[in-house]
């Protein structure tokens, strides 16, 4: 593409004109260029020329992995369904979408690429991509090596996978890449572990509601807010949308946003007694991210800073690491605590469920935390009661 040259037999604005086009059609190509590097071919020169020419027929022109994954992200997620409670996905499923996005736009960059055409989209692209996940970045300062960059955890690498993976199917489904669904399924495989989680027991519960916050009332909210969790076996989503109209005669009854789920959730003395501290209006919602701030503080001037070890995979490796048990508790260790400590009291699966709002024993079971010698002594408490002479 060439120019009008200033002896050409055209009037000046007419030239402008012309040669203002040209640079523009010369900075799009080369944008291409940059984008697709050494896999620009003819055809995806003309697929891309065609696109900007149409941008109506941009779905049907859609060619590599990213631009499918925002126009998926920005169509299909807002109106996509959880599949049991046939309600609109969660704010948090739609982050999570949005996650995987920015690592996979990382990814890219971290090998020098823009964008992923379909056909490399393989055993290959799943290795490295989860490699990348789970590297650690580090830098060294003098004698002393600094982390810049954290390695995910195997669930983490996990959640990922299983994000990518209806976004795959979606374009196989659109005809975009030919992959037979049984590699789809073995390839991207969704790795996930049981993680040792936390729980706090009656006593630390009590220990924590007896800590005075009054100098203190955003801590004093979140501890409370904590306990009504401990003590009704709510979800953190779900708590923020009780209203006063769902409490009554001693119980609450509402159905689970997640789930959709009714559950009817009897009124605990400690709930009762947060309820009518409030005048039985829930304290102000925050954020969950601020809640998880905020109670690991309450939780360290409570002093609930016994040790306890976690293993799990962090970037590829099995790490056993030891904490103060305040460093551990978020929001969903108040549901935790409740199957928990109802289990330890003797109460019928069956019966926390029903409150907790567990659909099966088996995912009940995984709130379940208690270790191998409590175990032990509630069955010793169980033979003495059996036996007793």
């Not at 086009?21 to 620009?40: C, P, V």
């Not at 923020?240 to 009854?253: E, L, P, Q, R």
Request: charged share 30%.
């Amino acid at each position: 593409m060439q120019k009008y040259k200033a002896r050409c037999i055209i009037d000046e604005k007419t030239r402008k004109e012309f040669n203002t086009a040209i640079n523009k059609r010369k900075e799009f190509i080369h944008n291409i260029y940059l984008k697709k590097g050494k896999k620009l071919t003819a055809e995806i020169l003309d697929a891309e020329i065609n696109k900007a020419l149409h941008p109506e027929q941009s779905k049907q022109q859609i060619q590599t992995l990213l631009e499918f994954v925002a126009d998926y992200i920005a169509k299909i997620v807002p109106i996509k369904k959880h599949k049991k409670s046939g309600r609109l996905l969660a704010d948090k499923n739609v982050q999570n979408y949005k996650a995987t996005e920015r690592r996979l736009k990382e990814f890219a960059e971290s090998i020098g690429k823009f964008d992923f055409e379909f056909n490399e989209i393989n055993q290959d692209f799943y290795d490295k991509f989860v490699a990348f996940l789970q590297r650690e970045i580090t830098e060294t300062v003098g004698e002393e090596t600094i982390v810049i960059k954290k390695s995910f955890t195997q669930n983490t690498v996990g959640k990922h996978i299983q994000y990518l993976k209806p976004m795959l199917k979606e374009a196989k489904k659109q005809g975009l890449f030919d992959m037979p669904d049984s590699d789809l399924q073995d390839i991207f495989y969704a790795s996930k572990e049981e993680t040792d989680t936390i729980y706090l027991n009656e006593k630390e519960l009590q220990q924590l509601k007896d800590k005075d916050f009054s100098q203190t009332p955003y801590l004093d909210r979140v501890r409370d807010w904590f306990l009504l969790l401990a003590w009704t076996g709510c979800r953190f989503s779900d708590l923020s949308k009780i209203a006063k109209t769902d409490i009554k005669d001693g119980f609450i009854t509402f159905r689970q946003q997640k789930t959709n789920n009714k559950v009817t959730i009897p009124l605990h003395p400690v709930v009762v007694e947060i309820l009518e501290k409030y005048d039985y209006d829930l304290p102000t919602e925050i954020s969950n991210q601020k809640f998880n701030e905020y109670i690991k503080i309450a939780c360290q001037e409570a002093e609930l800073t016994c040790p306890e070890t976690r293993t799990r995979t962090v970037g590829g490796k099995l790490t056993t690491e030891t904490f103060e048990k305040y460093k551990l508790v978020t929001s969903h260790t108040g549901r935790r605590s409740f199957c928990t400590n109802m289990y330890k009291r003797g109460l019928p699966a069956i019966m926390i469920m029903s409150v907790s709002g567990h659909n099966t024993e088996t995912a009940f079971l995984k709130y379940i935390k208690v270790r191998q010698d409590e175990h032990a002594e509630m069955m010793a408490k169980k033979w003495a009661e059996i036996y007793k002479k």
